[in-house]
């Protein structure tokens, strides 16, 4: 039996495959022009001129007043006696050290079963048995008799294992008010035709940044770490534009 699709719905669909098409067909062309040629490693970038690029804004508490005490060379709030070496002004490098390891083995199993059997009736009804037919058919005799079985099994495991080593320079775009610091930094590795890419960003308060103007990644505020890449390899484990469109068409 054959369902009609309403006309909108079929508009939509051809307008998504031909929209899906073009821009296969562009994908399609540059691809063709950059065979041979190494991907194009980006250029320097000012990460606070970016498109979308928006300041941090966070909970700041009062602004703290320094003090100096008479007859001293220490001032309240200081981190060091001599100049500080380490990170602290916009446009400052400090080095991240990734350092994410995760793995996680998670199984739950969930079993119910249940068994209902009812039966109700009269099994002599006024000396029924004595009494020959056709007078018996008329006679009740089980009344109710039900036969009911439910069982339940679910199963679920999760098995789940990733680690990141690596370190990254990051540039401190912002300096909040209260003296943390917005960090933003990004490298790109070409291997033969694959390039792969290392984003860090978040807030970082001076006082863990160490002596030699390092920081781990998991004393990162509002952490965004993203390591990927792009290039022939990374082509190849995608799949094409019209399997994708055709995963978010069909309903089944």
Not at 24 to 38: N, Q, T, Y
Not at 48 to 67: D, I, N, W
Not at 128 to 156: E, F, H, M, Y
Not at 210 to 239: L, M
């Amino acid at each position: 039996m054959f369902k009609l699709i309403p006309t909108n719905r079929l508009v939509l669909t051809a307008a998504l495959l031909t929209t899906g098409g073009f821009a296969g067909g562009c994908s399609s062309i540059d691809r063709l022009a950059a065979i041979g040629e190494r991907p194009a490693l980006s250029a320097i970038e000012n990460p606070t001129t970016q498109p979308g690029y928006k300041p941090v804004q966070m909970p700041m508490p009062k602004p703290e007043v320094a003090s100096y005490n008479a007859n001293s060379l220490w001032r309240n709030g200081s981190r060091a006696f001599f100049r500080d070496q380490r990170a602290a002004k916009v446009g400052d490098i400090m080095t991240v050290t990734v350092n994410f390891t995760d793995k996680a083995n998670i199984a739950n199993e969930t079993q119910r079963s249940r068994k209902n059997t009812e039966d109700s009736g009269i099994t002599d009804f006024i000396g029924s048995k004595t009494i020959t037919n056709p007078a018996t058919a008329v006679l009740p005799g089980r009344i109710l008799t039900t036969d009911s079985t439910s069982t339940s099994d679910g199963k679920g495991s999760v098995q789940r294992q990733e680690a990141l080593q690596t370190s990254v320079a990051a540039v401190v775009t912002q300096v909040l008010p209260n003296g943390n610091l917005v960090v933003e930094g990004k490298q790109e590795i070409r291997v033969n035709f694959e390039v792969r890419e290392l984003i860090v960003a978040g807030i970082v308060r001076p006082e863990d940044i160490q002596s030699d103007n390092t920081i781990d990644s998991s004393k990162i505020a509002q952490a965004r770490i993203a390591y990927g890449g792009r290039g022939q390899i990374t082509d190849v484990q995608q799949p094409r534009y019209g399997s994708q469109v055709m995963d978010v068409l069909l309903p089944f």
